[in-house]
Protein backbone atom coordinates (compact mmCIF):
# COMPACT_ATOMS: atom_id res chain seq x y z
CA UNK A 1 0.00 0.00 0.00
CA UNK A 2 0.72 3.80 -0.64
CA UNK A 3 -0.01 4.99 2.67
CA UNK A 4 2.58 5.39 5.51
CA UNK A 5 2.25 3.26 8.72
CA UNK A 6 -0.46 3.83 10.28
CA UNK A 7 1.18 5.29 13.63
CA UNK A 8 0.34 8.62 14.83
CA UNK A 9 2.02 11.83 13.71
CA UNK A 10 4.07 13.69 16.51
CA UNK A 11 5.36 16.25 15.24
CA UNK A 12 8.46 15.92 16.78
CA UNK A 13 11.84 17.26 15.28
CA UNK A 14 13.79 13.84 14.75
CA UNK A 15 17.62 13.43 13.89
CA UNK A 16 16.62 12.92 10.34
CA UNK A 17 15.06 16.10 10.21
CA UNK A 18 17.84 18.23 11.57
CA UNK A 19 19.94 16.13 8.84
CA UNK A 20 18.32 16.82 5.76
CA UNK A 21 18.25 20.76 6.15
CA UNK A 22 22.24 19.95 7.30
CA UNK A 23 22.82 18.47 3.78
CA UNK A 24 21.24 22.06 2.08
CA UNK A 25 23.64 23.79 4.12
CA UNK A 26 26.28 21.69 3.71
CA UNK A 27 25.71 21.47 -0.32
CA UNK A 28 25.90 25.56 -0.35
CA UNK A 29 29.73 24.96 1.01
CA UNK A 30 30.48 21.98 -0.86
CA UNK A 31 29.20 22.90 -4.47
CA UNK A 32 29.97 26.83 -4.31
CA UNK A 33 29.33 26.47 -8.37
CA UNK A 34 25.95 24.76 -8.26
CA UNK A 35 24.29 27.31 -5.91
CA UNK A 36 21.78 28.02 -8.68
CA UNK A 37 20.94 25.00 -9.47
CA UNK A 38 20.56 24.30 -5.57
CA UNK A 39 18.56 27.04 -5.34
CA UNK A 40 16.25 25.96 -7.96
CA UNK A 41 15.83 22.57 -6.06
CA UNK A 42 15.02 24.19 -2.88
CA UNK A 43 12.66 26.28 -4.89
CA UNK A 44 10.85 23.07 -6.54
CA UNK A 45 11.07 21.24 -3.08
CA UNK A 46 8.78 23.63 -1.68
CA UNK A 47 6.41 23.57 -4.57
CA UNK A 48 6.01 19.96 -4.01
CA UNK A 49 5.47 20.26 -0.43
CA UNK A 50 2.30 22.35 -1.17
CA UNK A 51 1.28 19.53 -3.51
CA UNK A 52 1.85 17.12 -0.94
CA UNK A 53 -0.10 18.56 1.42
CA UNK A 54 -3.19 18.72 -1.20
CA UNK A 55 -2.44 15.34 -3.07
CA UNK A 56 -0.94 13.56 -0.40
CA UNK A 57 -3.07 14.62 2.65
CA UNK A 58 -5.82 15.59 1.54
CA UNK A 59 -6.18 13.43 -1.68
CA UNK A 60 -7.03 15.90 -4.25
CA UNK A 61 -5.64 14.80 -7.44
CA UNK A 62 -4.93 18.58 -8.99
CA UNK A 63 -3.76 18.52 -12.53
CA UNK A 64 -2.86 22.75 -12.31
CA UNK A 65 -1.48 23.01 -9.31
CA UNK A 66 0.91 25.24 -11.59
CA UNK A 67 -1.76 27.74 -11.97
CA UNK A 68 -1.01 29.14 -8.05
CA UNK A 69 2.97 28.95 -8.19
CA UNK A 70 2.14 31.39 -11.90
CA UNK A 71 0.12 33.62 -9.98
CA UNK A 72 2.28 33.82 -6.89
CA UNK A 73 5.36 34.18 -9.47
CA UNK A 74 3.81 36.98 -11.58
CA UNK A 75 2.32 38.84 -8.20
CA UNK A 76 6.00 39.34 -7.26
CA UNK A 77 7.47 40.20 -10.88
CA UNK A 78 4.69 42.76 -11.23
CA UNK A 79 4.98 44.56 -7.94
CA UNK A 80 8.88 44.81 -8.08
CA UNK A 81 8.63 45.90 -11.78
CA UNK A 82 5.90 48.62 -10.09
CA UNK A 83 8.53 49.46 -7.93
CA UNK A 84 8.04 47.65 -4.96
CA UNK A 85 10.59 45.30 -5.15
CA UNK A 86 10.94 44.36 -1.85
CA UNK A 87 11.63 40.26 -1.36
CA UNK A 88 9.94 39.48 2.11
CA UNK A 89 6.23 41.69 1.68
CA UNK A 90 6.53 40.12 -2.00
CA UNK A 91 6.64 36.63 -1.05
CA UNK A 92 3.75 37.66 1.59
CA UNK A 93 1.68 39.29 -1.12
CA UNK A 94 2.31 36.31 -3.80
CA UNK A 95 0.99 33.47 -1.04
CA UNK A 96 -1.85 35.98 0.00
CA UNK A 97 -2.91 35.99 -3.42
CA UNK A 98 -2.25 32.54 -4.27
CA UNK A 99 -4.16 31.41 -1.02
CA UNK A 100 -7.44 33.83 -2.29
CA UNK A 101 -7.43 32.48 -5.55
CA UNK A 102 -6.95 28.85 -4.64
CA UNK A 103 -10.21 29.61 -2.17
CA UNK A 104 -12.14 31.00 -4.82
CA UNK A 105 -11.62 28.05 -6.87
CA UNK A 106 -11.52 25.39 -4.09
CA UNK A 107 -15.10 25.50 -4.12
CA UNK A 108 -15.31 24.04 -7.60
CA UNK A 109 -12.49 21.21 -7.03
CA UNK A 110 -13.80 19.71 -3.66
CA UNK A 111 -17.32 18.79 -5.47
CA UNK A 112 -16.44 16.15 -7.77
CA UNK A 113 -14.88 12.64 -7.44
CA UNK A 114 -11.48 12.15 -8.79
CA UNK A 115 -12.38 12.80 -12.61
CA UNK A 116 -14.21 15.95 -12.26
CA UNK A 117 -11.59 17.51 -10.11
CA UNK A 118 -8.55 16.39 -12.16
CA UNK A 119 -10.38 18.02 -14.99
CA UNK A 120 -11.91 21.26 -12.71
CA UNK A 121 -8.17 21.79 -11.47
CA UNK A 122 -6.66 21.14 -15.13
CA UNK A 123 -9.10 23.74 -16.70
CA UNK A 124 -8.19 25.87 -13.74
CA UNK A 125 -4.59 25.76 -14.73
CA UNK A 126 -5.22 26.27 -18.43
CA UNK A 127 -7.53 29.29 -17.95
CA UNK A 128 -4.65 31.37 -15.50
CA UNK A 129 -1.95 30.17 -18.45
CA UNK A 130 -4.95 31.70 -21.23
CA UNK A 131 -5.73 34.52 -19.26
CA UNK A 132 -1.72 35.37 -18.56
CA UNK A 133 -1.30 34.90 -22.23
CA UNK A 134 -3.91 37.26 -23.49
CA UNK A 135 -2.95 39.41 -20.58
CA UNK A 136 0.28 40.36 -22.50
CA UNK A 137 0.54 43.99 -21.58
CA UNK A 138 0.67 43.08 -17.84
CA UNK A 139 2.30 39.91 -18.83
CA UNK A 140 4.75 40.15 -21.10
CA UNK A 141 3.00 37.24 -22.98
CA UNK A 142 5.21 35.12 -24.30
CA UNK A 143 8.59 37.35 -23.47
CA UNK A 144 7.75 37.14 -19.75
CA UNK A 145 8.90 39.19 -17.78
CA UNK A 146 12.92 39.98 -17.58
CA UNK A 147 15.85 41.80 -15.53
CA UNK A 148 12.72 42.55 -12.87
CA UNK A 149 14.21 44.19 -10.18
CA UNK A 150 14.49 43.02 -7.09
CA UNK A 151 16.20 44.97 -3.75
CA UNK A 152 18.30 43.03 -1.44
CA UNK A 153 17.25 41.08 1.09
CA UNK A 154 16.45 42.70 4.54
CA UNK A 155 18.42 45.60 3.43
CA UNK A 156 21.82 43.47 3.15
CA UNK A 157 21.63 41.05 0.92
CA UNK A 158 21.71 41.56 -2.81
CA UNK A 159 20.94 38.95 -5.69
CA UNK A 160 23.95 38.24 -7.08
CA UNK A 161 24.73 35.75 -10.12
CA UNK A 162 26.56 33.38 -8.06
CA UNK A 163 23.07 32.64 -6.69
CA UNK A 164 24.91 33.08 -3.35
CA UNK A 165 21.50 35.51 -1.80
CA UNK A 166 19.55 32.98 -3.87
CA UNK A 167 20.29 29.67 -2.20
CA UNK A 168 20.35 30.72 1.45
CA UNK A 169 16.96 33.18 0.75
CA UNK A 170 15.28 30.40 -0.38
CA UNK A 171 16.70 27.89 1.85
CA UNK A 172 15.46 30.01 4.76
CA UNK A 173 11.85 30.57 3.20
CA UNK A 174 11.28 26.86 2.98
CA UNK A 175 12.25 26.07 6.24
CA UNK A 176 10.02 28.58 7.94
CA UNK A 177 7.42 27.34 5.31
CA UNK A 178 8.47 23.61 6.37
CA UNK A 179 8.40 23.76 9.90
CA UNK A 180 4.38 25.24 9.66
CA UNK A 181 3.59 22.30 7.24
CA UNK A 182 4.80 20.09 9.77
CA UNK A 183 2.52 21.78 12.81
CA UNK A 184 -0.53 21.59 10.09
CA UNK A 185 0.03 17.83 8.99
CA UNK A 186 0.66 16.80 12.99
CA UNK A 187 -2.13 18.33 13.92
CA UNK A 188 -6.34 17.57 14.89
CA UNK A 189 -6.65 19.64 11.37
CA UNK A 190 -3.67 17.39 9.26
CA UNK A 191 -4.99 13.94 11.03
CA UNK A 192 -8.33 14.92 10.28
CA UNK A 193 -6.95 15.63 6.47
CA UNK A 194 -6.07 11.84 6.05
CA UNK A 195 -8.87 10.43 7.70
CA UNK A 196 -10.92 11.94 4.87
CA UNK A 197 -8.40 11.06 2.31
CA UNK A 198 -8.89 7.46 3.95
CA UNK A 199 -12.54 7.21 3.72
CA UNK A 200 -14.19 10.43 3.24
CA UNK A 201 -17.71 9.27 3.52
CA UNK A 202 -17.10 7.71 7.25
CA UNK A 203 -15.85 11.57 8.12
CA UNK A 204 -19.24 13.78 7.96
CA UNK A 205 -20.01 10.60 10.79
CA UNK A 206 -17.64 11.62 13.31
CA UNK A 207 -18.64 14.81 13.31
CA UNK A 208 -15.97 16.40 10.20
CA UNK A 209 -17.16 19.12 7.70
CA UNK A 210 -14.97 16.91 5.04
CA UNK A 211 -16.07 20.40 2.71
CA UNK A 212 -14.24 22.73 4.69
CA UNK A 213 -11.82 20.84 5.28
CA UNK A 214 -10.95 20.16 2.24
CA UNK A 215 -10.93 23.94 1.34
CA UNK A 216 -8.73 24.83 3.91
CA UNK A 217 -6.50 22.24 2.73
CA UNK A 218 -6.72 23.26 -0.52
CA UNK A 219 -6.50 27.19 0.23
CA UNK A 220 -3.08 26.53 2.22
CA UNK A 221 -1.19 24.16 -0.30
CA UNK A 222 -2.18 27.39 -3.50
CA UNK A 223 -0.68 30.29 -0.83
CA UNK A 224 2.13 27.82 -0.39
CA UNK A 225 2.26 27.02 -4.40
CA UNK A 226 2.56 30.89 -4.92
CA UNK A 227 5.12 31.71 -2.56
CA UNK A 228 7.26 29.18 -4.20
CA UNK A 229 6.48 30.81 -8.00
CA UNK A 230 7.55 34.43 -5.71
CA UNK A 231 10.53 33.01 -4.84
CA UNK A 232 11.46 31.82 -7.98
CA UNK A 233 10.40 35.44 -10.19
CA UNK A 234 12.46 36.97 -7.16
CA UNK A 235 15.80 34.67 -7.19
CA UNK A 236 15.63 34.85 -10.63
CA UNK A 237 14.59 37.99 -11.76
CA UNK A 238 12.36 36.85 -14.51
CA UNK A 239 8.94 35.09 -14.82
CA UNK A 240 7.60 33.40 -18.07
CA UNK A 241 4.42 31.61 -19.25
CA UNK A 242 6.18 28.47 -18.28
CA UNK A 243 5.49 29.01 -14.72
CA UNK A 244 1.85 28.09 -15.16
CA UNK A 245 1.59 25.65 -18.17
CA UNK A 246 0.78 22.31 -18.25
CA UNK A 247 4.39 20.94 -17.95
CA UNK A 248 5.06 22.45 -14.95
CA UNK A 249 2.00 21.11 -13.25
CA UNK A 250 2.29 17.88 -14.58
CA UNK A 251 6.09 17.50 -12.91
CA UNK A 252 5.33 18.51 -9.76
CA UNK A 253 2.95 15.94 -9.53
CA UNK A 254 5.49 13.38 -10.66
CA UNK A 255 8.00 15.01 -8.02
CA UNK A 256 5.61 14.38 -5.12
CA UNK A 257 4.69 10.42 -6.27
CA UNK A 258 8.52 9.80 -7.62
CA UNK A 259 9.57 10.93 -3.37
CA UNK A 260 6.66 9.29 -1.71
CA UNK A 261 3.04 11.24 -1.07
CA UNK A 262 1.83 12.15 2.16
CA UNK A 263 5.61 12.12 3.90
CA UNK A 264 6.38 15.65 3.52
CA UNK A 265 9.91 14.34 2.96
CA UNK A 266 8.75 12.80 -0.09
CA UNK A 267 8.41 16.40 -2.18
CA UNK A 268 12.16 16.97 -1.29
CA UNK A 269 13.72 13.60 -1.98
CA UNK A 270 11.04 13.61 -5.57
CA UNK A 271 12.17 17.48 -6.32
CA UNK A 272 15.91 16.47 -5.81
CA UNK A 273 15.76 13.45 -7.95
CA UNK A 274 13.73 15.24 -10.67
CA UNK A 275 16.01 18.06 -10.80
CA UNK A 276 19.45 16.39 -11.26
CA UNK A 277 18.08 13.98 -13.61
CA UNK A 278 16.73 17.02 -15.27
CA UNK A 279 19.60 19.05 -15.04
CA UNK A 280 22.08 15.96 -16.51
CA UNK A 281 19.76 14.27 -18.87
CA UNK A 282 18.34 17.37 -20.69
CA UNK A 283 22.40 18.71 -20.78
CA UNK A 284 22.85 15.28 -22.96
CA UNK A 285 19.80 15.47 -25.26
CA UNK A 286 17.31 18.22 -24.67
CA UNK A 287 15.23 16.59 -26.95
CA UNK A 288 14.21 13.48 -25.09
CA UNK A 289 14.19 14.28 -22.04
CA UNK A 290 10.23 13.90 -22.30
CA UNK A 291 11.03 10.34 -23.00
CA UNK A 292 12.85 9.85 -19.63
CA UNK A 293 10.06 11.91 -17.94
CA UNK A 294 7.67 9.36 -19.95
CA UNK A 295 9.69 6.41 -18.81
CA UNK A 296 9.97 7.42 -14.99
CA UNK A 297 6.43 8.07 -14.50
CA UNK A 298 5.38 4.04 -15.75
CA UNK A 299 8.37 3.36 -13.85
CA UNK A 300 7.19 4.67 -10.44
CA UNK A 301 3.83 3.59 -10.86
CA UNK A 302 4.73 -0.29 -11.81
CA UNK A 303 7.33 -0.74 -9.79
CA UNK A 304 7.36 1.95 -6.87
CA UNK A 305 3.68 3.09 -6.06
CA UNK A 306 5.02 4.41 -2.61
CA UNK A 307 7.52 6.52 -4.48
CA UNK A 308 11.54 6.25 -2.82
CA UNK A 309 10.59 6.86 0.47
CA UNK A 310 7.94 4.36 0.87
CA UNK A 311 10.22 2.06 -1.33
CA UNK A 312 12.72 2.39 1.59
CA UNK A 313 10.07 2.21 4.09
CA UNK A 314 8.61 -1.24 2.62
CA UNK A 315 12.22 -2.92 2.88
CA UNK A 316 12.81 -1.55 6.54
CA UNK A 317 9.72 -3.11 7.14
CA UNK A 318 10.89 -6.42 5.90
CA UNK A 319 14.28 -6.18 7.71
CA UNK A 320 12.34 -5.40 10.65
CA UNK A 321 10.04 -8.39 10.73
CA UNK A 322 13.21 -10.75 9.78
CA UNK A 323 14.59 -9.68 12.96
CA UNK A 324 12.14 -10.14 14.99
CA UNK A 325 11.34 -13.75 13.46
CA UNK B 1 -26.64 33.63 -42.61
CA UNK B 2 -24.49 31.55 -45.54
CA UNK B 3 -21.44 32.39 -43.42
CA UNK B 4 -23.33 31.14 -40.06
CA UNK B 5 -23.91 28.49 -41.94
CA UNK B 6 -21.04 26.96 -43.49
CA UNK B 7 -19.56 28.44 -39.56
CA UNK B 8 -21.96 25.93 -38.46
CA UNK B 9 -20.81 23.41 -41.01
CA UNK B 10 -17.40 23.53 -40.11
CA UNK B 11 -18.02 22.86 -36.16
CA UNK B 12 -20.15 19.99 -37.10
CA UNK B 13 -17.28 18.63 -39.18
CA UNK B 14 -14.70 19.27 -36.43
CA UNK B 15 -17.27 17.67 -33.72
CA UNK B 16 -17.44 14.89 -35.69
CA UNK B 17 -13.45 14.31 -35.97
CA UNK B 18 -13.57 14.88 -31.93
CA UNK B 19 -16.55 12.43 -31.44
CA UNK B 20 -14.75 9.26 -33.70
CA UNK B 21 -11.15 10.25 -31.37
CA UNK B 22 -13.20 10.16 -28.19
CA UNK B 23 -15.46 7.55 -28.17
CA UNK B 24 -13.15 4.74 -27.35
CA UNK B 25 -11.90 6.79 -24.38
CA UNK B 26 -15.41 7.56 -23.20
CA UNK B 27 -16.55 3.75 -23.49
CA UNK B 28 -12.67 2.39 -21.21
CA UNK B 29 -14.22 5.54 -19.10
CA UNK B 30 -17.55 4.19 -18.37
CA UNK B 31 -16.35 0.31 -18.75
CA UNK B 32 -13.63 0.34 -15.94
CA UNK B 33 -13.98 3.94 -14.85
CA UNK B 34 -10.36 3.96 -16.32
CA UNK B 35 -8.52 7.17 -17.17
CA UNK B 36 -6.80 6.93 -20.14
CA UNK B 37 -4.82 10.64 -20.57
CA UNK B 38 -2.76 8.80 -23.27
CA UNK B 39 -5.70 8.16 -25.76
CA UNK B 40 -4.92 11.19 -28.24
CA UNK B 41 -1.79 9.38 -28.65
CA UNK B 42 -3.65 6.52 -30.66
CA UNK B 43 -4.85 9.16 -32.76
CA UNK B 44 -1.41 10.69 -33.15
CA UNK B 45 0.13 7.24 -34.41
CA UNK B 46 -3.03 6.86 -36.69
CA UNK B 47 -2.04 10.23 -38.06
CA UNK B 48 1.74 9.24 -38.91
CA UNK B 49 0.95 5.70 -39.87
CA UNK B 50 -1.60 7.30 -42.34
CA UNK B 51 1.75 9.96 -43.76
CA UNK B 52 3.50 7.16 -43.96
CA UNK B 53 1.17 4.79 -45.72
CA UNK B 54 0.19 7.54 -48.19
CA UNK B 55 4.01 9.10 -48.87
CA UNK B 56 6.05 6.33 -48.44
CA UNK B 57 3.83 3.30 -49.66
CA UNK B 58 1.75 5.28 -52.25
CA UNK B 59 -0.93 4.03 -51.22
CA UNK B 60 -4.67 5.61 -51.86
CA UNK B 61 -6.67 7.73 -49.35
CA UNK B 62 -9.22 5.53 -49.87
CA UNK B 63 -7.05 2.41 -48.78
CA UNK B 64 -5.21 4.01 -45.99
CA UNK B 65 -7.98 4.63 -43.85
CA UNK B 66 -8.87 0.72 -43.06
CA UNK B 67 -5.43 -0.11 -43.15
CA UNK B 68 -4.58 2.26 -40.08
CA UNK B 69 -8.19 1.29 -38.34
CA UNK B 70 -7.14 -1.87 -38.14
CA UNK B 71 -3.31 -1.35 -37.62
CA UNK B 72 -4.43 0.65 -34.28
CA UNK B 73 -7.00 -1.51 -33.05
CA UNK B 74 -4.42 -4.03 -32.75
CA UNK B 75 -1.92 -1.86 -31.41
CA UNK B 76 -4.53 -1.13 -29.07
CA UNK B 77 -5.16 -4.52 -28.20
CA UNK B 78 -1.44 -5.09 -27.32
CA UNK B 79 -1.73 -1.70 -24.91
CA UNK B 80 -4.10 -3.45 -23.24
CA UNK B 81 -3.00 -6.70 -22.43
CA UNK B 82 0.64 -5.65 -22.40
CA UNK B 83 0.21 -2.07 -20.27
CA UNK B 84 -2.82 -0.95 -19.42
CA UNK B 85 -3.54 -4.24 -17.51
CA UNK B 86 -1.26 -3.61 -14.94
CA UNK B 87 -2.87 -0.37 -13.68
CA UNK B 88 -6.73 -0.74 -14.26
CA UNK B 89 -7.49 -1.35 -10.65
CA UNK B 90 -5.42 0.93 -9.10
CA UNK B 91 -6.05 4.59 -7.94
CA UNK B 92 -6.51 7.32 -9.94
CA UNK B 93 -4.02 9.23 -9.20
CA UNK B 94 -1.75 5.89 -10.74
CA UNK B 95 -3.60 6.06 -13.86
CA UNK B 96 -2.97 9.52 -14.19
CA UNK B 97 0.77 9.30 -13.64
CA UNK B 98 1.18 5.96 -15.65
CA UNK B 99 -1.01 7.25 -18.98
CA UNK B 100 0.50 10.94 -18.70
CA UNK B 101 3.88 8.87 -18.95
CA UNK B 102 2.50 7.04 -21.72
CA UNK B 103 1.38 10.49 -23.58
CA UNK B 104 5.04 11.61 -22.74
CA UNK B 105 6.65 8.92 -24.37
CA UNK B 106 4.31 9.01 -27.55
CA UNK B 107 5.33 12.67 -27.84
CA UNK B 108 8.97 11.89 -27.58
CA UNK B 109 8.69 8.79 -29.77
CA UNK B 110 6.78 10.95 -32.35
CA UNK B 111 9.29 13.42 -32.44
CA UNK B 112 12.42 10.72 -32.87
CA UNK B 113 10.83 9.57 -35.73
CA UNK B 114 8.66 12.37 -38.10
CA UNK B 115 10.66 15.48 -35.92
CA UNK B 116 8.77 17.96 -34.43
CA UNK B 117 7.48 20.15 -37.24
CA UNK B 118 3.39 19.44 -38.48
CA UNK B 119 2.27 17.10 -41.23
CA UNK B 120 0.49 17.50 -44.13
CA UNK B 121 -1.02 15.56 -46.86
CA UNK B 122 -2.28 15.47 -50.37
CA UNK B 123 -6.15 14.81 -49.84
CA UNK B 124 -7.38 13.22 -53.45
CA UNK B 125 -8.61 15.45 -55.65
CA UNK B 126 -12.20 14.64 -55.52
CA UNK B 127 -12.50 15.41 -51.67
CA UNK B 128 -10.71 19.24 -52.14
CA UNK B 129 -12.53 21.88 -52.77
CA UNK B 130 -16.02 23.16 -52.61
CA UNK B 131 -19.19 22.23 -53.10
CA UNK B 132 -22.00 24.25 -53.91
CA UNK B 133 -25.18 23.81 -51.94
CA UNK B 134 -27.65 27.06 -53.00
CA UNK B 135 -26.14 29.88 -51.57
CA UNK B 136 -24.10 28.11 -49.04
CA UNK B 137 -20.12 26.72 -49.95
CA UNK B 138 -19.36 23.37 -47.91
CA UNK B 139 -16.13 21.98 -47.88
CA UNK B 140 -15.52 18.70 -50.02
CA UNK B 141 -13.45 17.54 -47.26
CA UNK B 142 -15.80 18.16 -44.32
CA UNK B 143 -18.72 16.64 -46.10
CA UNK B 144 -16.77 13.05 -46.41
CA UNK B 145 -15.78 13.57 -42.84
CA UNK B 146 -19.65 13.82 -41.20
CA UNK B 147 -20.33 11.23 -43.84
CA UNK B 148 -18.13 9.00 -42.54
CA UNK B 149 -19.22 9.69 -38.92
CA UNK B 150 -22.41 9.00 -39.53
CA UNK B 151 -21.90 5.99 -41.22
CA UNK B 152 -19.52 4.56 -38.14
CA UNK B 153 -22.64 6.04 -35.71
CA UNK B 154 -24.62 3.59 -37.15
CA UNK B 155 -22.38 0.94 -37.23
CA UNK B 156 -21.74 1.49 -33.31
CA UNK B 157 -25.22 1.91 -32.51
CA UNK B 158 -26.42 -1.39 -34.09
CA UNK B 159 -23.05 -3.11 -33.22
CA UNK B 160 -23.58 -2.07 -29.07
CA UNK B 161 -27.66 -1.90 -29.72
CA UNK B 162 -28.12 -5.44 -31.71
CA UNK B 163 -25.06 -7.75 -31.51
CA UNK B 164 -24.30 -9.98 -28.71
CA UNK B 165 -21.03 -8.27 -27.82
CA UNK B 166 -23.02 -5.26 -27.87
CA UNK B 167 -25.26 -6.68 -24.94
CA UNK B 168 -22.59 -7.69 -22.90
CA UNK B 169 -21.07 -4.63 -23.45
CA UNK B 170 -24.06 -2.43 -22.18
CA UNK B 171 -24.38 -5.12 -18.89
CA UNK B 172 -20.47 -4.50 -18.07
CA UNK B 173 -20.89 -0.86 -18.36
CA UNK B 174 -23.78 -1.02 -16.24
CA UNK B 175 -22.56 -3.07 -13.28
CA UNK B 176 -19.45 -4.84 -14.00
CA UNK B 177 -19.42 -7.16 -11.53
CA UNK B 178 -22.84 -8.43 -12.14
CA UNK B 179 -21.98 -8.73 -15.64
CA UNK B 180 -19.03 -11.01 -14.43
CA UNK B 181 -21.23 -12.80 -11.99
CA UNK B 182 -23.34 -13.53 -14.99
CA UNK B 183 -20.60 -15.33 -16.93
CA UNK B 184 -19.71 -12.47 -19.26
CA UNK B 185 -16.03 -12.40 -19.93
CA UNK B 186 -15.81 -8.77 -18.53
CA UNK B 187 -12.50 -8.46 -19.47
CA UNK B 188 -12.22 -9.96 -22.61
CA UNK B 189 -14.99 -7.47 -23.43
CA UNK B 190 -13.23 -4.60 -22.23
CA UNK B 191 -10.04 -5.58 -24.58
CA UNK B 192 -12.32 -5.74 -27.48
CA UNK B 193 -13.76 -2.17 -26.75
CA UNK B 194 -10.78 -0.85 -25.96
CA UNK B 195 -8.89 -2.28 -29.22
CA UNK B 196 -12.01 -1.13 -31.35
CA UNK B 197 -12.02 2.56 -29.10
CA UNK B 198 -8.21 2.68 -30.31
CA UNK B 199 -8.90 1.63 -33.53
CA UNK B 200 -11.54 4.80 -34.24
CA UNK B 201 -9.26 7.15 -32.74
CA UNK B 202 -6.68 5.89 -35.56
CA UNK B 203 -8.88 5.93 -38.30
CA UNK B 204 -9.76 9.99 -36.57
CA UNK B 205 -6.30 11.01 -36.58
CA UNK B 206 -6.30 9.94 -40.29
CA UNK B 207 -9.10 11.23 -40.96
CA UNK B 208 -8.31 14.65 -38.95
CA UNK B 209 -4.48 15.26 -40.07
CA UNK B 210 -6.01 18.29 -42.52
CA UNK B 211 -8.56 19.63 -40.02
CA UNK B 212 -6.90 19.22 -36.74
CA UNK B 213 -3.40 19.32 -37.54
CA UNK B 214 -0.30 16.87 -36.69
CA UNK B 215 2.48 17.31 -34.64
CA UNK B 216 4.30 15.46 -31.45
CA UNK B 217 2.50 17.64 -28.94
CA UNK B 218 -1.18 16.11 -30.20
CA UNK B 219 -1.65 14.16 -27.21
CA UNK B 220 -1.51 16.83 -25.25
CA UNK B 221 -3.04 20.01 -27.22
CA UNK B 222 -6.33 17.90 -27.48
CA UNK B 223 -6.56 16.01 -24.10
CA UNK B 224 -8.72 18.95 -22.42
CA UNK B 225 -11.47 18.57 -25.73
CA UNK B 226 -11.10 14.40 -25.55
CA UNK B 227 -11.61 14.81 -21.97
CA UNK B 228 -14.47 17.20 -22.25
CA UNK B 229 -16.37 14.99 -24.79
CA UNK B 230 -16.03 12.08 -22.03
CA UNK B 231 -17.05 14.06 -18.98
CA UNK B 232 -19.84 15.58 -20.68
CA UNK B 233 -21.41 12.75 -23.17
CA UNK B 234 -21.28 11.33 -19.35
CA UNK B 235 -18.45 7.88 -19.38
CA UNK B 236 -19.84 5.11 -21.42
CA UNK B 237 -22.66 6.84 -23.29
CA UNK B 238 -21.96 6.51 -27.27
CA UNK B 239 -25.14 9.16 -27.95
CA UNK B 240 -24.32 11.20 -25.03
CA UNK B 241 -20.19 11.34 -26.30
CA UNK B 242 -21.46 12.14 -30.04
CA UNK B 243 -24.11 14.95 -28.83
CA UNK B 244 -20.95 16.32 -26.81
CA UNK B 245 -18.62 16.28 -29.33
CA UNK B 246 -20.59 18.05 -31.77
CA UNK B 247 -21.63 20.62 -29.36
CA UNK B 248 -18.54 21.16 -28.72
CA UNK B 249 -16.73 21.06 -31.64
CA UNK B 250 -19.97 24.06 -32.89
CA UNK B 251 -19.27 25.80 -29.67
CA UNK B 252 -15.29 25.92 -30.52
CA UNK B 253 -15.62 27.05 -34.31
CA UNK B 254 -18.19 29.75 -33.62
CA UNK B 255 -16.50 31.03 -30.84
CA UNK B 256 -12.65 31.08 -32.83
CA UNK B 257 -14.90 32.68 -35.70
CA UNK B 258 -17.04 35.47 -34.04
CA UNK B 259 -15.03 35.81 -30.55
CA UNK B 260 -11.30 35.27 -31.82
CA UNK B 261 -10.29 37.07 -28.85
CA UNK B 262 -11.58 34.79 -26.63
CA UNK B 263 -9.02 32.00 -27.46
CA UNK B 264 -8.68 29.30 -25.02
CA UNK B 265 -11.12 30.91 -22.52
CA UNK B 266 -14.35 29.64 -23.66
CA UNK B 267 -13.36 26.15 -24.47
CA UNK B 268 -12.10 25.89 -20.75
CA UNK B 269 -14.26 27.92 -19.46
CA UNK B 270 -17.18 25.76 -20.60
CA UNK B 271 -15.42 22.67 -19.12
CA UNK B 272 -15.49 23.88 -16.25
CA UNK B 273 -18.89 25.41 -16.06
CA UNK B 274 -20.52 22.07 -17.15
CA UNK B 275 -18.35 20.15 -14.78
CA UNK B 276 -20.46 22.36 -11.95
CA UNK B 277 -23.75 21.73 -13.03
CA UNK B 278 -23.43 18.41 -14.21
CA UNK B 279 -20.76 16.82 -12.15
CA UNK B 280 -21.85 13.71 -13.53
CA UNK B 281 -22.00 14.74 -17.31
CA UNK B 282 -25.29 15.41 -19.36
CA UNK B 283 -26.16 11.89 -19.95
CA UNK B 284 -26.38 8.87 -17.57
CA UNK B 285 -23.41 6.39 -17.84
CA UNK B 286 -25.40 3.92 -20.53
CA UNK B 287 -24.41 2.88 -23.87
Redesign the interface.
Known amino acids: M ?1 APAPILPDGRWRRADSLLWLAAVVAYVAFPTHRVLGSQVIITALFALSLDLV ?1 GYAGI ?1 S ?1 GHAAFFGLGAYTAALLAVHGWGEPISGLACAGVIAAAAGYATSF ?1 VV ?6 Q ?3 T ?3 G ?2 FL ?2 A ?2 AAVVTGGVDGLSDVPIWRVAGLFRFDIAGNTAYGYSLVVAFVCFLAIKRIVSSPFGLSLRAIREGARRMPALGAPVGRRLVAAFTIGAGLAGVAGALLAQTTQFVGLDALD ?1 QRS ?1 AV ?2 MV ?1 LGG ?1 GRLYGAFVGAGLFMLMQDYLARQSP ?2 W ?2 W ?6 A ?3 FA ?1 GGVLGGIDAVRARIGRRRSR | MAALLSVLFDGVAYGSLLFVISVGMSVT ?1 GLM ?1 F ?1 NLAHGAFAMFGGYLAVVLLRRAGLPFAATLPLVMLALAAAGAVAERGLYR ?2 SR ?5 Q ?3 T ?10 A ?2 VWGPNQQNIALPAMLTGQVHLGPVDLGAYRLFLIAVVVVITGALHLLVGRTRFGAQLRAAVDNPHAAAGLGIPVDRVFTVSFALGSGLAGLGGALGIDVLGLDPTFP ?1 KYM ?1 YF ?2 VV ?1 VGG ?1 GSIVGSAAAAIALGVFDVVGKYYIP ?1 A ?3 LI ?2 L ?2 GL ?2 VF ?1 HGLFKART
Do not use: C, H, N
Not at chain 1, 293 to 298: A, E, P, Q, Y
Not at chain 2, 90 to 94: A, E, I
Not at chain 2, 103 to 109: G, K, L, N, R, S
Open positions: TLVLLRGRALALMILGVLLEATKFALISTEYQLIGLLLVVVLR | MSIWVTRPLDVLFIGLAFIATAVTYFVLVVEGGGFYGMVLLP
